[in-house]
């Protein structure tokens, strides 16, 4: 768009981004930058929380919202676009509220709908920045090709309890997020923040960064991440960035071998299942108000594989507690002629122990359907959730 | 000979620490002392055949190692390599 073309700032704007508009990198022209800009943020979570709050408040133009997500009361600890009133509503109501609060100029294009192969490029297609705020792999490599095949940029983020990766992928010359990681981890290998925890604030920094790598790509100001990737420890005070170089033999930007979008549930071997351990791990489960019964009369061993920090929380009775990354080494502590409940939060690690002990040769073990959530609904209300 | 080996909180725990001196001349020879002596990180760092994995980045000095002949790569005393598995939460 030439300067000519840039849409005009009315008075009210010009008061309202008056900080902007007296910095030298940014001025008139820049601000009109902004509100010609459209941007899709990819998630209204941790992420896309900051993102959405600075990129408004900043001035873009069109911001686009993709989430299918019901604000739980769990999300407040760190996605500061939703309130603890919204808590049972559609993210895209909150994220509407806030955002027309924060900033009435903004056109806010919202798309409650998963991201997927089918609609990914329909949903992409007339935006000049995609900001991948998702919290899943197979999201994360269709947000990458979508953005190769299309030719946008992609400004990435990702967490982990203290830790935060962000980089820029898919700009003209610059690699892309398979040259950094040509193949997701196998699923169950990297937990996610709902089973690892995260520190609150983590998303805060890393989606404030991305919020600043989109405006500086809006801008033309500032080096770019792109080409590298900056390395975040909340623990440490920490901040390191490393290259990353575009990959020749990369399908999506090196080869172009990859020339539509593919199956990435498939590609990250996790066959969609709607996240129900027995379906996904295919491993015999018992009710909780069964094993309940069948503790009472002492015929049942719960095996409880949650972190030592879980257990003050809420517990099982009668428990043997052998957090899941100790259970091949103690596998030896647990009897083989007794029938097992292996228990954890939701039971999707005790899923994988149930897995562990079966490879072992374990022939009477069950997964508590639910965790220790059920546990609570069905069995021992007096505990609380986590 | 030693190099420093830099660890993510995701595998730190495997090793009881974020810092690493480990000698070689070869990422893949730092890599497996580390793999020797701490075994369960070892499997989060290289594959059955000894390989890298494809969602395991190591950076040697800040460059990928990849570009560089992968665990065939040279390190000299005071180097420093860094492992950056990918992670998905938002």
Same mark, same amino acid.
């Given at each position: 768009?030439?300067?000519?073309?840039?849409?005009?700032?009315?008075?009210?704007?010009?008061?309202?981004?008056?900080?902007?508009?007296?910095?030298?990198?940014?001025?008139?022209?820049?601000?009109?930058?902004?509100?010609?800009?459209?941007?899709?943020?990819?998630?209204?979570?941790?992420?896309?929380?900051?993102?959405?709050?600075?990129?408004?408040?900043?001035?873009?133009?069109?911001?686009?919202?993709?989430?299918?997500?019901?604000?739980?009361?769990?999300?407040?600890?760190?996605?500061?676009?939703?309130?603890?009133?919204?808590?049972?509503?559609?993210?895209?109501?909150?994220?509407?509220?806030?955002?027309?609060?924060?900033?009435?100029?903004?056109?806010?294009?919202?798309?409650?709908?998963?991201?997927?192969?089918?609609?990914?490029?329909?949903?992409?297609?007339?935006?000049?920045?995609?900001?991948?705020?998702?919290?899943?792999?197979?999201?994360?490599?269709?947000?990458?090709?979508?953005?190769?095949?299309?030719?946008?940029?992609?400004?990435?983020?990702?967490?982990?309890?203290?830790?935060?990766?962000?980089?820029?992928?898919?700009?003209?010359?610059?690699?892309?997020?398979?040259?950094?990681?040509?193949?997701?981890?196998?699923?169950?290998?990297?937990?996610?923040?709902?089973?690892?925890?995260?520190?609150?604030?983590?998303?805060?920094?890393?989606?404030?960064?991305?919020?600043?790598?989109?405006?500086?790509?809006?801008?033309?100001?500032?080096?770019?991440?792109?080409?590298?990737?900056?390395?975040?420890?909340?623990?440490?005070?920490?901040?390191?960035?490393?290259?990353?170089?575009?990959?020749?033999?990369?399908?999506?930007?090196?080869?172009?071998?990859?020339?539509?979008?593919?199956?990435?549930?498939?590609?990250?071997?996790?066959?969609?299942?709607?996240?129900?351990?027995?379906?996904?791990?295919?491993?015999?489960?018992?009710?909780?108000?069964?094993?309940?019964?069948?503790?009472?009369?002492?015929?049942?061993?719960?095996?409880?594989?949650?972190?030592?920090?879980?257990?003050?929380?809420?517990?099982?009775?009668?428990?043997?507690?052998?957090?899941?990354?100790?259970?091949?080494?103690?596998?030896?502590?647990?009897?083989?002629?007794?029938?097992?409940?292996?228990?954890?939060?939701?039971?999707?690690?005790?899923?994988?122990?149930?897995?562990?002990?079966?490879?072992?040769?374990?022939?009477?073990?069950?997964?508590?359907?639910?965790?220790?959530?059920?546990?609570?609904?069905?069995?021992?209300?007096?505990?609380?959730?986590? | 000979?030693?190099?420093?080996?830099?660890? %993510?909180?995701?595998?730190?725990? $495997?090793? #009881?620490? &974020?810092?690493?001196?480990? =000698?070689?001349? +070869?990422?893949?020879?730092?890599?497996?002392?580390?793999?020797?002596?701490? %075994?369960?990180?070892?499997?989060? $760092?290289? #594959?059955? &055949?000894?390989?890298?994995? =494809?969602?395991? +980045?190591?950076?040697?000095?800040?460059?990928?190692?990849?570009?560089?002949?992968?665990?065939?790569?040279?390190?000299?005393?005071?180097?420093?390599?860094?492992?950056? =598995?990918?992670?998905?939460?938002?």
């Amino acid at each position: 768009m030439t300067p000519r073309e840039l849409p005009a700032l009315s008075h009210e704007e010009i008061l309202r981004y008056s900080r902007h508009l007296i910095l030298p990198d940014v001025g008139v022209e820049g601000q009109r930058k902004l509100k010609a800009a459209r941007v899709l943020l990819i998630g209204a979570g941790g992420l896309g929380s900051p993102l959405a709050l600075y990129l408004a408040a900043a001035g873009v133009g069109t911001i686009g919202l993709v989430d299918f997500d019901v604000v739980d009361v769990t999300n407040l600890q760190r996605q500061v676009l939703h309130g603890t009133s919204d808590v049972g509503t559609p993210k895209l109501v909150s994220a509407r509220k806030r955002i027309a609060e924060v900033n009435p100029h903004v056109e806010l294009v919202t798309y409650e709908e998963p991201l997927t192969s089918e609609n990914a490029l329909r949903i992409f297609e007339g935006y000049d920045i995609v900001v991948d705020g998702t919290d899943n792999f197979p999201t994360r490599y269709l947000v990458n090709d979508a953005c190769v095949l299309l030719g946008i940029p992609n400004v990435y983020g990702s967490i982990y309890r203290f830790e935060g990766q962000a980089s820029v992928f898919a700009t003209k010359d610059g690699p892309c997020y398979r040259c950094l990681y040509p193949e997701p981890p196998p699923p169950g290998l990297v937990p996610s923040c709902a089973e690892g925890g995260v520190l609150g604030v983590l998303p805060g920094l890393v989606g404030t960064l991305q919020a600043t790598e989109a405006i500086k790509l809006i801008l033309g100001a500032g080096d770019s991440l792109a080409g590298r990737l900056l390395l975040i420890d909340a623990l440490g005070a920490s901040f390191r960035t490393v290259k990353v170089r575009k990959d020749p033999n990369c399908p999506a930007c090196g080869t172009r071998t990859l020339t539509t979008l593919i199956d990435y549930e498939q590609f990250c071997g996790s066959p969609h299942v709607g996240g129900d351990p027995k379906v996904a791990f295919n491993v015999p489960e018992i009710e909780p108000r069964d094993a309940a019964a069948r503790l009472a009369k002492g015929d049942v061993d719960i095996v409880d594989v949650r972190e030592p920090h879980e257990l003050q929380i809420a517990k099982y009775p009668k428990v043997t507690a052998i957090p899941l990354g100790q259970l091949p080494n103690r596998i030896a502590e647990l009897p083989r002629d007794r029938d097992l409940v292996l228990a954890c939060r939701t039971g999707v690690r005790s899923a994988k122990a149930v897995q562990q002990l079966q490879a072992a040769g374990f022939t009477r073990v069950w997964n508590l359907a639910g965790g220790i959530h059920r546990w609570i609904d069905e069995v021992d209300p007096s505990q609380p959730k986590y | 000979m030693a190099t420093t080996v830099f660890l %993510p909180a995701i595998l730190a725990k $495997l090793a #009881d620490a &974020k810092q690493l001196q480990a =000698p070689g001349e +070869t990422v893949g020879a730092v890599v497996n002392d580390v793999a020797t002596r701490f %075994p369960d990180l070892g499997e989060r $760092l290289r #594959d059955s &055949k000894g390989e890298p994995y =494809p969602f395991v +980045t190591f950076y040697l000095n800040d460059e990928d190692i990849r570009f560089h002949g992968g665990f065939a790569a040279t390190v000299r005393d005071g180097d420093e390599l860094t492992v950056v =598995p990918s992670i998905a939460g938002g």
